[in-house]
Structures are given as structure tokens and as C-alpha cells.
């Protein structure tokens, strides 16, 4: 008996009905093959009753072939649905012999359809008298011009009752079917190549049309995948890639609804159904543009797109369908393999269709481990209790195998991608009672999967995500947790190592760059390697954006779990071109590119510093064209890595391969209106921003800042390199002109500057007197040895940042001002970011600590607005204050997961925007609102988890008051924040420093 992995392989060899587009367009190309050499019929079937398809060992070559018996009609026979397009002409040949005994008739190949609008066709392609003694070649050409649905391509006999054996059917074309590319636009008034799914009625119609006079109206729906589909099979060819679109409409009537576009593929009557753009919104009246891509990976013998809703089953109108070829670029082969230029196993995640065509060359060319995207997660392989799926998997760890390409196993427990089963016994929710059948679940599933691949998949995801660090306990609130505790931890990783006690077993997660996830982390793993439960390392999954975290951040997590003695592996690098969740670029800055590949190049820095600590590192995709970054957490534009759409080599490949070649980058530099002392001490004023990072090489590493003032500009590095020589130095070059200060302080004349030694490094202020016009360049040199570092930019400059001051009280929060606020000095909205008059609001602050965590931030604003509106559907477009806390001051681009917005309207509606999901700050509002006459106060008391209040700290702040008319805002004005973009940076907020 062949073992499993012998009979997978044998598939791959075997090319059933597998087409191949790679012929030049003139010569005849393959198109499907039918061998019948795998064990199946490859998709053909019974034409007529009593007839069986079925195979036979009497063969034309190998070791199979189709036998047709049980006829009682000429028509009678084997038949299938073939992959004809329109316009093409075909070439069928077969082999054909008699079952033994059967006397002399003629074998006939026939190509049943029926024409948009018109009644079924029979036409002949080939025939020839066939007998029991030899077998004979049946041959001929096929072309059809007219739209048509219901094609078969069947076999038949002039003999009724005639048993006879197929081999060997080959199709071909003269042109190449798979490039051409269809399209649908109903001018000709039918439905073209369109059929009903199930039960719904297609139209053609002029009532509405994208393009012409003519749509297709879709009604009588059964189902949400009831709907028009075509077949494409014969038009894709395996391992391209084509663009597939539709524009859609609402039906009549119709006010909302979402459509998608969407395929199915078969082989050997098992069906798959694949997304090729999600449903989306149809706006009433509107034609919208459903548009995807999608490679083929996969032999079928069914293949047809159709359009279906998330929901329901409205009428729609479908038009202008098209699926075009897009021809891949050939990879470049003059750049260097990005695995031979680092010291650790550089991966990719990937799927089936990746490892061919185009694809599989570039994963092969730099790439030296895998680890699959989806295809092992536990709706991929257990989507019923166990119901074993394995058929990616197993393609996948066999692919890597041939190719000696390591594998890391993803993922075994997440409480995402986990099917609903799992949770439930029947219709009824587990509960922490059934933990014991939970744990038998898990173990079976675990077992099961880490068994079959045992020696194979070096490295295990076993548990992934387990971690919030929001909880008083750290631990997220998945079903796994509640139903467990920490018992499926301890579960998963035991089952894992005694199943394959060779693998490294691995706990992995996101965000672990971020000090306050770091820790709860590393306390986990700590306690449970105390334990002796077997986790062997730690996994970063590293989803980065362009500014955020700071590789310093990364440095500091991975020396932080070196002290564990735990292996370390970056698992799902890539760095998302947006800072918010919001964003969406049309086409992609190319200077956000090359930043981008500035922060690849910071990130290898660190990983190849640590590579005695980091076993590998894998970027989460094989090129931008495939990255979930499309779809999460909206459907946006978002190249992420290191290669583009079409496979070439973008600035991020540089970052990692050799940054030498990294295109000039002009970085920008906020500075802000502002006096300081020049004397060498931290003056507050600095400590309103934070420092602009200068990468860090070798022991090197500083932040600097700039104040403009009319007497220059002011400058200040804080520079850490532990080889104290007094002759390292830093150089500001501004306008032009260089002015260097040494560590020791000595600087030239004709401007103030000082130096201060810290721990650990040294402080540079100054005072420059060229002004912020020009670039400006901040080289940091180590007279010791080593490479200098530099930033290289261009200021801004911005009004002051202002700073309110905040006393320490609680007061009562229920819209009653308390002579407590009097303590805090009154602030007041004047920075308008929409119109120049409405209503401002009066504010103050009061804050109180709540013993070593956490603290309230208390906030009154008195608001003027004489006219009070709600009635805009969307809470920033009523009367209302919108409060703005930052209790890092972090000032960055997009929001950290504790910065929040917290909106309060004059009837007290609460609204909270933070991070996409606000997991870290929905619960910190408290607030009470009253209607006063001219206006309305608000009150309300912010708690701060995150932090410990005391005084001095500095916290982000902002104010800003929403004046409605009616259904719509028609003023903002705010207390520091002039950019109108509050909600989605905390870069330019204000500052609230806490007193006594
Ligand atoms: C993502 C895949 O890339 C997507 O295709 C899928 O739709 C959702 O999951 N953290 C993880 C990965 O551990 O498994 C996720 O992968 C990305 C976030």
C-alpha cells in the first residue's frame, strides 16, 4: 500500500485536467488532459440513465482508463463539462476501443450547449469506427462564437447497447484561452455566459446599465449565494494570476445591501469556495465596483465565479464583467537572496498558491523557512470534531521538505480562526464545568496535528495571543481562558512536546515590543517554565507600522528574554505604511516607501546584533500582493514588505539586503515655538516632546529636539555611548553651516553651547543662529571607534506647545461645578479647526492618585453654545467635548493602545475612540452633563490604569468643543491641537502637568 505522503506526491506529479499557459500565444497550448491515471474519473460522469462511469485497466498507456457501460440510447455515454471559451478553437483527441465481444461502431465526440436565448445545440467534433481488437484515435476541432450556458463535451455511440473503454483525452487550443481574458456586458440582450446559482431569475435588462443599454437584472433569489455565476473554467490557468471585477447595483427598492464576488472551485466533485472581494457596501442608485485577484493554485474540473450577498436575498443588477491575465513580472535575479545576508533563518508565510509561477521562485530565491499563513490553524485542519482536513498542510510541509526550507507550525490554540465546536457541546456553551471535555479537545487536536508532522515542523506556535495586558491578570479573556485558566497553556504545551519532543515549542504574540505587554509576558513565561511546562522560546510576531514601536523598543524586549534563556523568534514581521486605522492612501508616497525601508533596516539592525539570541525571523508574506494588511483592519492599500505587487525588490528589501543602497531619505522634524536655558540640563520644555530617536549602531544610540525661537534655533541630543572620550561629539548642520559640541564641551565661538555628562552618555544643548530655514543634520561621532550616526531632515515649524497645570483634588462628578476646581488654573478652546466662530468651552483639571496604580484625571469644561443639537447621526457632529488624554505623552503619530478620546455630548451621550478595537481605555470614562443657560458643563473623570499619577508627571492633553447647527458640525475649535486630526495622532496635543 502507498503511504499517505507517496500518494500525495503522486498527485502533485500527475497533471490531471491541470492547464498550462506556457506556450507563446501562437503555438498550440495544452489545456486539460484526462489520463485517469490518479484513481479517478478526472471529473467525467454518466450521460443517460442506468449508464455507470467507471475505470477500467484495459488502458491506451499507464494503467487506467474510463469504461462506459449500462447504454440503452446512441446518445447515451460519459460526458463532462469542458473548459471551452467563446472565440477559441479547440483541438479534442481520444483513444477509444470496444469493451471485448462488442462489435464494430462508430465512437462520436459531441459538444452539447445552448446559445443566450436560443434553444440546445449538438455539434460533432470528432468520430471514428472503433472495434474491440486495437485502440483508435478519435480526433477534431471545436469552436463556438455565441454566448452559451450548460456546455458538455460527451461521448456517444451509433450502437445503443455499445460497451466501450476512453483514454488519453487531450485538449488544446489555438490561441491561449488562459490569457485572453472574458468579459460580460449583456449588449447582445442575454445573459450571456451567466446561469442562475439555484433558483434566481437573470434578466437582461435596460432599465439601469454600468456600460451600453443593457445590465443583468438578478431577482427571485433563494439563498445569499443564490445568484448569477459563469464559468471560467479554461480561461485561468494554474499558478497565474488574474484581476476579476463586476460592477453591481441595488435592485429596485432596495435601500442597503452587501454583494461580493466570489468562486468555486471543484475537483472530483469536492467543492471549495474562495473570496475574491469581500462583500462590501452597494450604495442605493449607485453602481460599486466588486474587484479582487486571484491565482488559481489548485487542479479543478469546475471552476465559475458568481456574485452573492453576506445576507438576504435582494434583487441586484450585475454588468461589466470582466477577468483579465495579468502577466507577472520575472523575478529579479541580480539581487542578492535576502536569506545569504543574515545570520539567522529568514521565513515567509505562505500559501499553495505562492509556491508556483513567479511566486514560488521568488519564496525560493530568498527565503530559507516557511510557515503557513492559515492553512494549519484549526478551522484550516479540524472544522468538525474530528473531521481531519489536511490536504494544504500536507502540500505544504511536503513542498518545504523538497525544498529544504524549515517549517514553523502555526497555530495550534488562538482564540481567533477556531471553529464555533470547539466552544460548544450541542447548541450549549461550555462552561468552566466542561473543562475536562475542553482539554480532551485540545489535546486530541494537538496530538493529532503535531504527530503527523513529527521530524517535520521544527518550530510550533502553540499558543498564540494568550496575552492582555489591560486585565488586572494579564491574561486575554478567550473562550480557552474562560473555560480553562491557564490549564490549556499548560495543556497545550505538554501534549505538543510529547508528541514530537524534537520541536521548539513556541508561545507567540503581538505587540510584546510594548514595555507594559512585555512584562506581563515575560511573568507568564517565567512562572510557567517554573512550573516545567515546555515552552522553549518566545515569538514576536512584530506587526510594526512605519513609526511605531521604536526599535529600541524591540532591542529592549529581546535583551529582556534573553535574561529567560529562552530561544527568540520574530514570526510575523511586516510594517504597515499607516499609523492609524483610519488612513487610506490612493498610491503609496514613494518617500513613505523608502521610509519604510529605513524602518526594515533599524529592525534587521537589532535582530542581526541579537542574532546569538533570535533563531529566525519571518516577514508575514511572500510579496505585497498577498498580505492579510489588505483586508485588517479595514480594506485599504497597504504594501508591507519587502517586495511589491509584482515581485521586485522595493526600498524595505534594501533595508535588510544591503541599506548602502537605501535612497536618500528627508526625514521631518517637528519643532515647536520655545525658549530653553542653554546650560546642559533638561529643561521642562524639553520633556513636552519626546526625543526624536537616532538609530542606535553598535553602542550608539541618540535622541535630539529642536525650539525655534527669534534668536535662533534651539537644539539638545541626549546621546548614550558608554566609551567615555571627550573628544565624541555631536554636530548640528543647520542652513548649512556645521556647529559641532564636544562631550567635553568645548565647541567654537559665536553661539552658547553646553555639554553634561549622564548616566550612561551625554547631554548637548545649544543655541544656533542660523534659524530653521534648509535641512537640518544631526551627525552623533564616537571619537573611540565605530561608525557615527545621523539624522537628516527637514523642521517644521509649529506654534508652542501649550502646558496647563492640573491640582491635585476629586472632585464630585455630577455636573455641579465644585469650588474644588478652583485650585486648577482655567484654560480655554481657541484653536479653531473648523470655521472661526461657535462654541469654546472653559476648562480645568484636577487629578487624584489611587495609592501605586492607576490615578483619576478629573475634567471640567463650562461650554458656550446657545443652541444644542443631537441630531446628526454621528457623535462628532453633535454638541459636544471631546477629551483627549495621553498618559505617556508619547505624541506619536496614531494612537497607543491607553491614549484615548473620550467624547461627551450636552445630554451626556459618552462616544470613546482610541486604538481600532479601544480595548485599553473603553471602560475609563465616568462623566455627568448639565444644561445651563447660554451652554452646558460637562464633568468627567478619566481613570489612568496604566499609570501611576504624581505630581509633576506630564500627561498628552487636548480639549475640543463640537458646535452642530442642526444635522452638522459647522464649527470645532480646540485648546492646543491645530491640525483637525486629534482623533487619529496625539502628536500635536497639548501638555497637563499634575502639581501638588
Ligand atoms: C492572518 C492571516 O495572514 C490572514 O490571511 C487571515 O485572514 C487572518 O490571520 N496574528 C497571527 C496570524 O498570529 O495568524 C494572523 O494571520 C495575523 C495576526
Known sequence: MRTRWMATAAALLCLLSGFIAISPASAAVHVAKYDFENGSTQGWSARGSGVTVGLSDTAHSGDAALLVQGRTATWHGATITPPFEKGVTYTVTAFARLASGQPPNTIAMTVQRTPAGGSTTYERVGAGTVTDAAWTELSGTYTFTADSTDLQLYVESSDATSRYHLDDIVITSDGDPTRSGLASDFETGTAQSWSPRASASLTPTTAVAHGGAYSLAVSGRSASWDGPSRSVLGAMAKGSKYEISAWVR???????????????????????????????????????????????????????????????????????????????????????????????????????????????????????????????????????????????ADYLVNYAAEHDLKFRGHTLAWHSQTPDWVFKDGDRDLTPADRALLLQRLENHIRTLVTRYKGKIAAWDVVNEVIDENRPDGMRRSKWFEITGLDYIRTAFRVAHEADPGATLFINDYNTEWPRKREVLYDLVRKLRAEGVPIDGVGHQLHVNIEQAPASNVEDTIERFAALGVDQQITELDVSVYTDFVSTYDTVPQDVLTEQGYRYKELFDVFRRHASQISSVTVWGVADDGTWLSFFPITRLNPPLPFDDELQAKPAYWGIADPSKLPPLTRRLTVPAGTIVVDGKRDLEWDLLPDTPIARVGDLSAGFQARSTGAGLYVMAEVRDPSNDKNDSVTFEAGGTPYTVRRGGTHAHGFPAHAKRTDGGYRVEARLPSGTAGTLRVTVHNASGGDDIAWNGAPTVVPAIKLATASKAAP?????????????????????????????????????????????????????????SEDSPNAWEQDSVEIFVDPGNGKTKGYDDDDGQYRISFSGRQTIGGTFDAFAIKDNLTSAARIVPGGYVIEAAVTLPTITLAKDALLGFDVQVNDATGASRTGAVTWNDPTGQSYLSTARWGVLRLTK
Do not use: C
Open 812 to 868: 464630585v462628578v455630577d455636573g455641579t461645578v465644585d469650588a474644588l476646581w478652583a485650585r486648577s488654573p482655567e484654560i480655554r478652546t481657541a484653536t479653531w479647526i473648523q470655521g472661526t466662530t461657535g462654541a469654546t468651552a472653559r476648562v480645568r483639571a484636577l487629578w487624584n492618585g489611587a495609592g501605586e496604580h492607576g490615578g483619576t484625571l478629573y475634567v471640567l469644561a463650562q461650554v458656550t453654545d446657545a443652541t444644542l
Open 250 to 392: 441595488l435592485g429596485p427598492d432596495v435601500t442597503s445591501g452587501n454583494l461580493g464576488l466570489s468562486l468555486e472551485r471543484r475537483l472530483d466533485g469536492t467543492p471549495a469556495y474562495q473570496r475574491v472581494a469581500a462583500p462590501k457596501a452597494v450604495a442605493p442608485g449607485e453602481w460599486t465596483l466588486l474587484k479582487g485577484t486571484y491565482t488559481l493554485a489548485h487542479d479543478v474540473d469546475l471552476l465559475s465565479v458568481y456574485i452573492e450577498s453576506d445576507g438576504g436575498t435582494f434583487p441586484f443588477y450585475l454588468d461589466d464583467f470582466s477577468l483579465t491575465y495579468i502577466e507577472p513580472k520575472p523575478i529579479q535575479t541580480d539581487i542578492p537572496p535576502l536569506k545569504d545576508t543574515v545570520p539567522f533563518t529568514l521565513g515567509v508565510a505562505f500559501n499553495r498558491a505562492q509556491t508556483l509561477g513567479e511566486h514560488g521562485q521568488l519564496l525560493l530565491r530568498h527565503y530559507g523557512g516557511v510557515t503557513p499563513g492559515n492553512d494549519m490553524k484549526w478551522d484550516a485542519t479540524e472544522p468538525e470534531e474530528g473531521r481531519f482536513t489536511f490536504t494544504e
